[in-house]
């Protein structure tokens, strides 16, 4: 039995993964973040065992948020997205919690999310493409050949804090403002729309999709500024990385194609003339991608 978790600011998922890359009985709860990191850890492993019953777990995978070291299995960074989540050491934890686990990996989230890509969805067949994730927070990674390097501070990836002028007012959630994630995340989205005076009810990234596609031109602004920003960052990655393809992902891509036409059409107009003609593709593993790749057998 392989089973695969995600840890993540909003929800806790977890699933059996078979052999073909694919996730069933996937299980979910809300992440209990206000109860801090004995609560989220404690509901994690409840959900592991309740697909598992009694049963001997081969792999159990887990993607989770934060600068995860994954060869000690530890969390070297956090934002407040996940609060108390920095220094957690994830594998002694978890081995604290389920006794009938084998043998157990701890990488990225999003690096998770990018294997699963790359295993078995838009990823497939490329020697070097950029996977984005834009959610609760927003997070990189750049695969090569089906592997990642995670950086020498296990920090490779993390655009949520690149500097990007519409979010001079926002404060990101690593308590820094001018970041990326501030506007381009689902909370950022939300928190831009009601600093342009939106309805105070909103509380959901796709709530303000909704409202910019009936013509609330408040809820209009504030979405195109979430897509503009992301666009523009993915200008800055490629211009680096210089990746066959860029793949973008995560609950945000859902707010419709206002959204995602606006972020395709800032990205395609400032890319430089040596990379016009980048592909930019959706994600094709959705909510279960990071369950299925943190249960692939790399580091």
Not at 231 to 254: F, K, Q
Request: net charge negative; aromatic share 2%; glycine share 14%.
């Amino acid at each position: 039995m392989i089973i695969g978790l995600d840890i993540g600011g909003t929800k806790l998922a977890a699933a059996r993964v078979g052999p073909q890359g694919h996730a069933r009985s996937v299980k979910t709860l809300p992440t209990p973040i206000l109860e801090g990191p004995t609560a989220i850890l404690d509901a994690a492993a409840g959900l592991v065992k309740k697909i598992s019953g009694l049963s001997e777990i081969s792999r159990l995978g887990i993607g989770s948020a934060g600068a995860i070291d994954p060869v000690n299995g530890v969390v070297t960074s956090a934002t407040e997205t996940l609060p108390g989540w920095n220094g957690v050491h994830l594998i002694e934890e978890m081995s604290a919690r389920i006794e009938n686990v084998q043998r157990m990996v701890v990488r990225n989230d999003v690096h998770a999310h990018a294997l699963g890509e790359s295993w078995v969805g838009a990823a497939q067949g490329t020697n070097l493409a950029v996977v984005v994730i834009v959610g609760t927070g927003v997070g990189a990674s750049v695969l090569r050949a089906g592997s990642i390097d995670p950086g020498a501070h296990h920090l490779a990836g993390a655009i949520a804090h690149m500097p990007v002028a519409s979010a001079i007012h926002p404060i990101c959630s690593c308590g820094k403002p001018g970041h990326l994630e501030a506007v381009a995340a689902g909370p950022g989205l939300v928190k831009q729309y009601h600093g342009l005076g939106g309805d105070p009810r909103v509380t959901k990234g796709h709530e303000v999709a909704i409202r910019a596609g009936r013509g609330e031109r408040t809820a209009g602004f504030a979405l195109d500024q979430s897509a503009m920003a992301l666009g523009r960052a993915l200008v800055g990655i490629v211009s680096v990385v210089d990746p066959e393809v860029v793949i973008v992902g995560g609950g945000v891509t859902n707010a419709g194609p206002l959204w995602w036409d606006r972020m395709v059409t800032t990205f395609e107009s400032e890319l430089p003339p040596a990379l016009e003609g980048l592909e930019v593709r959706r994600a094709k593993l959705g909510s279960v991608g990071a369950i299925i790749g943190a249960t692939c057998d790399e580091v």
